[in-house]
Nanobody, 120 residues
Framework: QVQLVESGGGLVQPGGSLKLSCAAS????????MNWYRQAPGKERELVAA????????NYADSMKGRFTISRDNAKNTVYLQMNSLKPEDTAVYYC?????????????WGQGTQVTVSS
């Protein structure tokens, strides 16, 4: 059974930091590209950051560059999102996403999300 379980969300003051984790199971984590998305109330889901299967390449949305860092530990089947200098506009539900697209197949899995609220 495929599972992606996010943790680490919560309430933080502007300028603060949070580190999200996403623990994966039920699939071969090390061959999947891992992504973090977020969705704020009334807005579309947007890509926050992505990391390739071996962790050799990362990509960030422009508004997160320099503040957020995505990383992964393939030995622990876990992907992380370190978020620094948080702003109220970072308030959203953050979702972990796993994608494998190759060999004629595409697999796409989602976690249930974790709430991040940035407020004083």
């Amino acid at each position: 059974q495929v599972q992606l379980v996010e943790s680490g969300g919560g309430l933080v003051q502007p300028g603060g930091s949070l580190k999200l984790s996403c623990a994966a199971s039920g699939f071969t984590f090390s061959i999947y590209t891992m992504n973090w998305y977020r969705q704020a109330p009334g807005k579309e889901r947007e890509l926050v950051a992505a990391i390739t299967s071996a962790g050799g390449s990362t990509n960030y949305a422009d508004s997160m560059k320099g503040r957020f860092t995505i990383s992964r530990d393939n030995a622990k089947n876990t992907v992380y999102l370190q978020m620094n200098s948080l702003k109220p506009e970072d308030t959203a539900v953050y979702y972990c996403n796993a994608v494998f697209d190759g060999l004629g197949y595409r697999y796409d899995y989602w976690g249930q999300g974790t709430q991040v609220t940035v407020s004083s």
